[in-house]
């Protein structure tokens, strides 16, 4: 079993109220490219060319066929490593257009993730960066082909371009298959990937386009790395080019990277996460001579943005602030742009679906009256199970999905994200997995016992903490020591430890043996600031 499909009267709703509609990705850029209207109009830009509509089509055919030349089958898994440049978008519509699937690597993942990624999808090809910030991303991609031995072809961006050949036909994907493979924030050792069906996930790219006021006059500004679900969807790059708008990649999300383009290009609208959202509102409070006036909205989402930055944004940028709370997963909550300021600044928003359903139970998974509670959901865009049946758990026996998430919900409605049960550490909006940071820190020689957990920072909102239990001879562990080893171990630098304190034992409860999780909750509840952080 590769994908968990919707329960057939699920499903029957979502088609008869038209939610899921009989089209593809590749549907949309045919469509878009053949209307006289919009053909022309630039599709996408980055700091070194831009592509209309038409051309934008033209190049995908082109380059569908070189893929297939390369042997890349319809329904095979192809993965991506890809920096913020128009080659992603052609690269990911060439498969669409030839069947094949991506699977969504981010250009900081390492060997660790890459390889684990590429045995979960089987996947057949890499498309990678030769070199990327100063990292070499090919031996890195051939250290992936030699462990995973379904991988038959690296492709380096650079070479994208010479594999473009006429375009030859290829069988129409079914619009409720799955298009492509997304990552799951802090997966542990065996990655959860997400399958998104073309139905599921154009709905939710033309909801968000309602309920974002995304039209053809949108410039969408792309700062996040281009994979995250949230720039790509929500409504992000997809939302922009079903709207017949125009995407803008930035290489870099800080200020001097990305206003140039903002004030070249008259972008409307970007997404961050809070602690960009910080420095774009420090920066421009501080003056800038940058002409950013052409922003409309900003939305801010990944991790719980502090209100005290929330009230700052808008009248620092000039724009109106919409928070985002999403989930590769599916469910997207969104404030809505007319919403009273005091929504906007201390709520997560509301789900985009008058038919994501949503409800609060305890830590037994029993249903609770009142918030908060641990969040599960079901809706036409959420998924039913991980690809190939992984982690079942994060699903309760009826199908919804547990987002592990802790919120409350207001009379309006509105959803406040209070936090998580202590397994994932929401790091500025990249995501950790205690387990497996806690998985790769056990092996080190000096290392007794380890229990990750997240303290609280002013900059990231969290950052990973690993209490260890040292080993009875020799050095203790230190900080540098365990970053190098879980580096050399191929983890991405997000998710190597900001801080070790090395303790004699952990807590004892004095009710039999205390789970790692029942740890990290008391080390994260011991860690917790005293007084609540001023909102
Ligand atoms: C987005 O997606 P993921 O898959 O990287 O992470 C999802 C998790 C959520 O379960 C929650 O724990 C956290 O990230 N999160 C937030 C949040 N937005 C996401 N926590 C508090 N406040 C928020 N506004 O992060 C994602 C996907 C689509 C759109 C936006 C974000």
Excluded at 10 to 27: I, K, M, P, V
Excluded at 107 to 123: K, M, S
Excluded at 420 to 429: L, V
Excluded at 482 to 497: I, N, S, T
Aim: aromatic share 6%; proline share 7%; charged share 25%.
């Amino acid at each position: 079993m590769t994908f968990t499909s919707w329960p057939s009267e699920l499903a029957e709703q979502y088609r008869s109220e038209g939610l899921w509609c009989a089209e593809t990705f590749d549907d949309v850029l045919t469509a878009r490219a053949s209307d006289p209207s919009i053909a022309d109009r630039t599709a996408v830009v980055d700091v070194d060319r831009s592509c209309t509509y038409r051309e934008l089509d033209l190049r995908v055919g082109r380059l569908a066929a070189g893929f297939s030349a390369l042997g890349i089958e319809p329904g095979e898994r192809v993965l991506l490593q890809m920096p913020n440049a128009i080659e992603f978008v052609e690269t990911v519509f060439a498969l669409f257009r030839l069947g094949a699937l991506p699977v969504f690597g981010l250009p900081a993942h390492r060997e660790a993730e890459l390889v684990g990624i590429a045995r979960a999808a089987d996947v057949v090809a890499i498309v990678h960066p030769r070199v990327h910030d100063r990292f070499d991303h090919s031996a890195l991609a051939q250290t992936v082909a030699d462990q995973v031995d379904t991988v038959r072809r690296l492709i380096p961006i650079d070479t994208l371009e010479s594999l473009h050949t006429d375009p030859c036909g290829h069988p129409r994907s079914e619009p409720e298959s799955v298009a492509f493979l997304q990552l799951s924030g802090g997966s542990t050792g065996v990655p959860k990937l997400i399958p998104r069906t073309h139905a599921d996930y154009l709905y939710s790219v033309w909801r968000s386009n309602e309920v974002c006021g995304v039209s053809g006059d949108t410039v969408y500004l792309v700062v996040l790395p281009v994979a995250h679900n949230f720039p790509m969807s929500s409504p992000g790059i997809l939302g922009a080019l079903y709207a017949g708008g125009t995407v803008v990649l930035s290489p870099s999300p800080a200020p001097s990277a990305a206003w140039p383009l903002v004030e070249s290009e008259r972008a409307t609208m970007v997404g961050l996460v809070p602690p960009l959202a910080r420095l774009w509102t420090e920066t421009a409070e501080r003056g800038t001579t940058q002409d950013i006036s052409s922003l409309e909205t900003i939305q801010v989402g990944g991790a719980r943005c502090p209100d005290e930055l929330a009230r700052r944004i808008g009248p620092a940028l000039g724009v109106t602030l919409q928070q985002v709370f999403g989930m590769a997963e599916g469910l997207v909550c969104y404030t809505r742009l007319d919403d009273p300021i005091d929504v906007v600044t201390r709520t997560q928003g509301r789900p985009m679906s008058p038919l994501d359903q949503l409800r609060l139970v305890d830590d037994d998974g029993a249903a609770v009256a009142e918030g908060p509670g641990f969040l599960e959901v079901q809706g036409p865009y959420t998924i039913r199970g991980y690809w190939n049946g992984a982690a079942p758990a994060s699903f309760a026996p009826d199908g919804w999905y547990r987002t592990g998430d802790v919120v409350e919900i207001t009379d309006g409605g509105d959803l406040v994200v209070l936090g998580r049960g202590g397994d994932r550490i929401n790091r500025g909006g990249e995501k950790v997995s205690a387990e497996q940071l806690e998985e790769h820190l056990l092996e080190h020689p000096a290392v007794r016992d380890v229990i990750v957990v997240a303290v609280a920072d002013e900059y990231l909102g969290e950052r990973t903490c690993a209490y260890v239990i040292a080993v009875d001879s020799g050095e203790p562990p230190s900080l540098p020591m365990l970053r190098a080893f879980a580096r050399d171990r191929g983890l991405a630098d997000w998710k190597l430890p900001d801080s070790v304190v090395v303790v004699d034992g952990f807590p004892e409860t004095g009710v039999g043996k205390v789970s790692r999780r029942r740890l990290r909750e008391i080390l994260t509840e011991q860690n917790k600031p005293r007084t609540v952080a001023a909102d």
